[in-house]
């Protein structure tokens, strides 16, 4: 209950304060100067006390794009979200929103932005309609604000559920409505903080769908996630974020080809070897080696199919069974890993401030 407060509260925050009328808002996305990027962050720095959640982040977004921030929990995801939609000031560096000064003129960024939380910033007692129709108002729709949810409800495939109260929806179906909520007025950027987390695989893809509609309807979407199949499925571009630090930034194909020629899968006919099986890939091959015991699969990377083969015959000759044993490209997993040294669900730096910490930043 108090996630999905702190959410309204935040989405409101930028409503009241920063939004005023829908028509002001249209005017400005017809005259956008394409040549501006729709994020210029440079040096971006957040501090906790000691804990620094934003460490020097540096971001470039061209208008139009879906763009990716990929990272554990605890990255640093949702704070740098955050700061870029003026919910939180940022403790150095600067950044510049559709051309406008985050810090000096937030008034203008919140103009151009709309924000999807990692919790639905939903009224639970009204229905579909009703939680767009107050949006809407809030807005200033007035006498189109019944149209406007209309048009958003068939858009998002919900007009059977518009009467429905929203305690009464599926996951899927209140993640719709949350965006859906996010696009009353169109922004010119849309930041979307983790949108499919608890989805099912089906829900999941209906709201990739969505995002990609946006797209190329030429609204940039900031897009973080943890989720690897959903940053190389949507992401023109995926910076790769850990302990508050961006470590890599690129597209899919130039961030796998950071970790080599090849990785070096192997499949272990017996879980309980792995341990064994990892240590000797990684002296043999002189690189860390990353385990997952669903499947008791290891991978790593290795530079030539003559060094593959040698550390395989070294783990065959220790008496190590084996189902299986491949090179192939590098997944964005393996990629993730090289670059960390953990998997994406090992991180546990402090991403966000605590509730208390970012109710007085603002």
């Keep these: 209950m108090c996630e999905m407060l702190h959410s309204t509260l935040e989405r409101l925050f930028v409503i009241i304060i920063g939004q005023t009328f829908y028509p002001c808002m249209r005017q400005m996305n017809q005259t956008s100067n394409q040549s501006v990027p729709a994020i210029n962050a440079k040096g971006i720095v957040k501090r906790y006390g000691s804990n ?37 000031k940022p403790d150095g560096g600067s950044a510049n ?22 919790f ?10 009703e939680n767009l129709m107050l949006q809407a108002k809030l807005l200033g729709f007035r006498r189109q604000a019944g149209k406007r949810a209309d048009d958003l409800l068939h858009a998002f495939e919900l ?28 922004p010119n950027i849309l930041f979307l903080d983790e949108p499919t987390t608890g989805l099912d695989p089906k829900a999941r893809k209906g709201i990739w769908r969505m995002i990609r509609a946006l797209s190329q ?16 499925q949507l992401a023109e571009r995926i910076a790769v974020i850990d302990h508050g630090k961006k470590i890599a930034e690129g597209t899919v194909r130039e961030l796998k080809n950071t970790t080599g020629s090849g990785v070096l899968r192997v499949t272990l006919a017996n879980p309980q070897q792995m341990e064994t099986a990892a ?24 530079g030539s199919t003559d060094a593959a083969n040698k550390a395989i015959a070294q783990v065959i000759a220790a008496g190590i069974d084996l189902d299986g044993f491949a090179m192939e490209h590098a997944s964005l997993e393996e990629v993730f890993f090289a670059l960390t040294g953990h998997g994406l669900s090992n991180g546990e730096t402090t991403d966000e401030a605590k509730d208390a910490s970012v109710a007085n930043e603002r």
């Design 52 to 88: 620094v959640a934003l460490n020097e982040i540096d971001l470039k977004v061209p208008q139009g794009m879906i763009f990716g921030i990929l990272g554990p929990n605890g990255a640093g995801k949702t704070t740098l979200l955050r700061v870029l939609s003026t919910l939180i």
């Design 217 to 232: 309807q030429g609204v940039t979407i900031l897009l973080t996630t943890q989720y690897l199949e959903e940053a190389e």
């Design 97 to 118: 929103i559709m051309g406008h000064d985050l810090v000096t003129h937030p008034h203008d960024v919140r103009l151009a932005i709309s924000m999807t939380g990692q």
């Design 159 to 186: 007009e059977d559920a518009a009467q429905r109260q929203v305690k009464k929806y599926s996951g899927g179906m209140r993640r719709k409505l949350d965006i859906a909520a996010s696009l009353v007025a169109t």
């Design 279 to 302: 240590e000797l890939l990684a002296t043999s091959l002189n690189d860390t080696v990353n385990q997952n015991a669903e499947g008791a699969v290891l991978s790593t990377r290795a």
């Design 120 to 129: 639905a910033s939903l009224d639970e007692e009204l229905t579909g309609r």
